[in-house]
């Protein structure tokens, strides 16, 4: 199993900051990318930003140019920079990871997700 363990949310004001982080551990043979989703009460969960083990990064239109997503190969660990926060931006942020167990056997694991909550 790949266990991943986000740390970093919280309460901050509209055009504040926060950064979070993602630990994985466990059965890992490698991570293909990992990402950071979103899911606002009501709403379905949404792609926030994705990056690869190569550096390769995605981002959903409405972060671009206030997140950016980043990784430590060495640390098995990424993070996402919040700059310019929203209140729109509230939502619980889940951390995604997939790839290769050491059983050789794919994965694709979720964290339990941390509240993001931006006041007006």
């Known amino acids: 199993q790949v266990q991943l363990v986000e740390s970093g949310g919280g309460l901050v004001q509209a055009g504040g900051s926060l950064r979070l982080s993602c630990a994985a551990s466990?059965?890992?043979?490698?991570?293909?990318?990992m990402g950071w989703y979103r899911q606002a009460p009501g709403k379905q969960r949404e792609l926030v930003a994705t990056?690869?083990?190569?550096?390769?990064?995605n981002y959903a239109d409405s972060v671009k140019g206030r997140f950016t997503i980043s990784r430590d190969n060495a640390k098995n660990t990424v993070y996402l920079q919040m700059h310019g926060l929203k209140p729109e931006d509230t939502a619980v942020y889940y951390c995604?990871?997939?790839?290769?167990?050491?059983?050789?056997?794919?994965?694709?694991?979720w964290g339990q997700g941390t509240q993001v909550t931006v006041s007006s």
């Open positions: 995604n990871a997939g790839g290769l167990a050491k059983t050789f056997r794919l994965y694709d694991s």
């Open positions: 466990g059965n890992i043979f490698s991570i293909n990318a």
């Open positions: 990056i690869t083990w190569s550096g390769t990064t």
